[in-house]
């Protein structure tokens, strides 16, 4: 009976660890394989459902692979098991740094990249564009946006880097791993433009420069701005203006180079001339440059018209010979150069006029005298 009793238990166990190994099998530390080949001939960690797998410690979830055929099929979570992207890390940073050795770097790298781009081989193993941190004197001290060598051509340092040296924390410097101002550009222009439909730059037509003191929400577009401006014509210029605010209102055109000539205007933006103002300008001196002056009206040819002869023009005509018409400067403005000679070459004709009327004057003198 004893022995009976012994051999039903033993089968018990033994279907009962039967059971157990048909039900849960136990991770392979040397590798598991998807065949039965043994050894197997591809070791694999993971599952041959479509079951996620959950790494944990302390039985906490720290890592997420998820599973199934869905769009976040093979998503890795860290910290989360809702992935909503290759690798999602919730609540923590990513962390890339090198070792002490700073012989020991990462392939293309100083220490250690993050790497974008379309398709990769293994001779252009680094994608297109990567973002590293470097720390030297030659290569700056700073983040690195930089372009990696692939098939479209070799690599480009430095396309963007943000600087972290003492003097010079935050400074961006665009082809440079040393900008000396907040945004250091060498080699370069910067281009400001809009796309071919509306501009949706706040305040400006075509996107502006922007200099002022201190901003707020009350006033966001500073004092000053420098903007490229076009009409539906295709006319436009560089524009000079203060951007509006409620102490000082907006003044458009305080400086205004024009695209065609090069003409500029002062509160204008339609210059007809090397500089057109409109309205006041105060100087304490103007030079102004002439090919000739009027010395010619003392000389003994020139031909002084007669006073009754001069009387008559004016009569018919309401203003002196060779002086614009009043419709005339009403158009086109008067030449400040030219209109100061038509009025010395006036001043001058009247001391020939008041010269011989003085002669005269002393003839009839000497004439009485002799009468009496």
Not at 272 to 279: A, I
Not at 317 to 336: F, I, K, M, Y
Request: hydrophobic letters at 30%.
């Amino acid at each position: 009976m004893k022995h009976f009793k012994s051999l039903i238990i033993a089968a018990i166990l033994g279907f009962a660890a039967h059971a157990s190994a048909q039900t849960y099998t136990p991770w392979v530390l040397g590798g598991n394989s998807l065949s039965p080949t043994t050894p197997p001939t591809t070791a694999v960690f993971g599952t041959t459902t479509d079951n996620p797998i959950e790494i944990r410690t302390y039985n906490l979830m720290r890592m997420y692979i998820d599973g199934g055929n869905g769009k976040t099929s093979g998503f890795i979570g860290v910290n989360t098991n809702t992935p909503r992207q290759m690798l999602h890390v919730k609540g923590g940073n990513i962390l890339i740094s090198r070792t002490a050795d700073i012989s020991n770097k990462a392939l293309g790298s100083t220490n250690g990249s993050i790497l974008f781009g379309d398709e990769t081989s293994q001779t252009y193993p680094y994608g297109s564009w990567g973002i590293e941190y470097v720390n030297d004197s030659t290569q700056g001290h700073g983040l690195n946006f930089w372009k990696t060598w692939d098939q479209n051509g070799g690599g480009l340092n430095n396309v963007v880097f943000l600087c972290e040296e003492k003097d010079y924390k935050g400074y961006v410097g665009i082809g440079t791993n040393h900008p000396k101002q907040k945004l250091h550009v060498i080699d370069g222009n910067i281009l400001i433009s809009r796309s071919t439909t509306t501009s949706t730059a706040p305040g400006s037509a075509c996107g502006s420069m922007m200099f002022g003191n201190v901003v707020g929400d009350g006033h966001p577009l500073s004092k000053w701005a420098i903007g490229y401006c076009c009409d539906d014509d295709g006319n436009g210029g560089l524009n000079f203006w203060r951007p509006y605010n409620s102490q000082t209102g907006v003044l458009n055109y305080a400086i205004y180079i024009d695209d065609k000539n090069g003409y500029v205007g002062i509160n204008t933006k339609c210059p007809t001339s090397r500089l057109s103002v409109d309205g006041t300008i105060r100087a304490k001196e103007v030079i102004v440059t002439l090919d000739g002056w009027c010395d010619y009206v003392f000389h003994p040819d020139y031909k002084l018209t007669g006073l009754y002869e001069l009387e008559a023009y004016v009569k018919n005509n309401h203003h002196l010979p060779g002086v614009p018409t009043e419709s005339e400067v009403l158009e086109n403005g008067a030449r400040l150069g030219e209109m100061n000679a038509i009025l010395l070459e006036k001043v001058e004709e009247l001391t020939l006029y008041v010269i011989e009327l003085q002669k005269q004057i002393d003839e009839l003198k000497r004439q009485n005298e002799e009468r009496e």
